[in-house]
């Protein structure tokens, strides 16, 4: 019934043979996105296939290893390429990561993610801070009997993605020159892009932008207590009137194309993160 729990216990211990530090942040790098591994010093490179209990990563534009090392100084663990839903993996296996780089001690969780404009004012190619979340996966990785080792049964989502890291990210953002909204990430399962009577949908909802990742990794660091700064590349434009086809690799590409902008912010927050939200 607890499997997780020893899951997690296995995991920390295999990557700590390897990497014997105490990551300050753990790192999710999405579709397009892994290029920020490249600036990661002196790197111990683990591949998901070595490691017990973890899936395959299926999708292209992730390279399916964690990257333990520094960026700009500071004892980070990244994962370059990530699990997804759509790929088969139950949400709980989505989400085992999270646990496993608390397990070893991060405190502070940067998850990224290339993700479909919906509000018209984004361009390709900007990036946006998420400030909160839909979960239209319709389903939750904190589903099954709880183990109150792993956090509580009912997290609160009030407040999932932290304020002072996201205003930190933005004003990091304006001091840089760079593009950077702040708005609201709908979670779908994929792996289809969505029809553009879903994408009207998903706007009038509420969404600025749509993708098919972070929130099982964000509901998992909730309820581990870690604090949050959620990244959204806006990689296609979802006008629904004017919809073009959107194709993953037009969605990688695109994501690449803001990893210099990602990753000046996530440097500069990683710095000395900040605990003062100005909102
Ligand atoms: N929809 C869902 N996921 C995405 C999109 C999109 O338009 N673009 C990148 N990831």
Redesign the pocket.
Known sequence: MFDTFSQVGDLVAAIQHRWHHTPAAALILG?GLGGLADRIDNTVAIDYSDLPHLPQSTTIGHRGRFVCGTLGGVDVIAMQGRFHGYEGHSIEQVALPVRVMSGLGAELLVVS?????LNPQYRVGEVMVIDDHINLMFCNPLVGANDPRLGPRWPDMCCPYDRALADQAQSISRTSDIVCHRGVYVG?L?PT??TRAE?RMVRRMGGD????STVPEVIVAVQLGMRVLGLSTI??A?SPDQLGK?TGEQ?VAA?ATASEELRAIVEGVLQSPSTASST
């Open positions: 579709s993610n290339a993700a479909g404009g779908m994929g892009y969505e994408y932008v749509v993708g098919m990689t296609n979802c959107t969605v994501a």
